[in-house]
């Protein structure tokens, strides 16, 4: 078995990019696939960034079962994200939900985040869900209404609030997959398998110094070691 995984490609974050990915494979069990969500690689994705549109994979991730052909399963993840578990889990989770007709399996977060601004000046909007889609496991079959054209044209908290499938059809993952860090409300520290770095990654300045940003340096230094 092989696990599909999407990451979020920025230019502005490509170490991030790099790193999250990096983290991920050096955990995992199971062959894993890494896929960017790459406005450059995706001609065909034509909907502009919007005002409010942090990264340049804001929406383009809910192309994620469209890119698949809507089949199988396959995980989305931003790419200001440390990958500290085994992703082999996620094949556990997508047993568990076909039990229960999950369309997407998601933490559900319930906090307000604390800043008016995040990283590199971006604007802090503050929504109903915020967060839920920056780690999605999806059952491709089930999210057939993610076409193109929808996600071209969908309202971005449509898209974000998860407005294209039912509430039943949301289902969670534990919390200790999509660790806020420095946020409310998230899991134990020491149990976190994914940490997530909304406010900023350690790789900006003024962001060294968050807890975790340790681990994330340890990763760089992993990743470009050659010993």
């Not at 780690?135 to 999210?143: R, S």
């Not at 193109?148 to 289902?171: P, S």
Request: aromatic share 14%; hydrophobic share 35%.
């Amino acid at each position: 078995m092989t696990l599909r995984v999407f990451l979020g490609y920025d230019k502005k974050e490509t170490v991030a990019y790099h790193v999250a990915a990096h983290s991920i494979m050096r955990r995992s069990s199971i062959p894993v696939s890494i896929t960017p969500i790459n406005r450059d690689n995706m001609k065909f994705y034509t909907r502009p960034r919007g005002e409010y549109d942090s990264t340049d994979f804001s929406n383009s991730r809910f192309l994620v079962p469209f890119l698949c052909d809507y089949q199988g399963w396959a995980v989305f993840m931003d790419s200001d994200i440390l990958c500290l578990g085994d992703i082999a889990e996620f094949g556990g989770y997508a047993s568990l939900a076909n039990e229960y007709g999950a369309a997407v399996r998601l933490v559900k977060h319930d906090y307000e985040p604390a800043e008016k601004n995040k990283f590199l000046g971006a604007a802090q909007t503050t929504y109903s869900r915020k967060n839920w889609s920056s780690v999605m496991l999806f059952n491709n079959k089930m999210c057939q209404k993610l076409t193109l054209d929808y996600c071209h044209t969908a309202n971005g908290l449509d898209l974000h609030q998860f407005k294209w499938v039912t509430e039943e059809q949301v289902r969670e993952l534990p919390k200790v997959w999509n660790h806020l860090v420095g946020e409310a409300n998230q899991c134990e520290p020491d149990h976190a398998r994914l940490v997530h770095f909304t406010k900023g990654t350690p790789c900006f300045e003024g962001y060294e110094n968050q807890p975790f940003a340790d681990l994330w340096f340890d990763e760089f230094r992993h990743m470009t070691s050659h010993a």
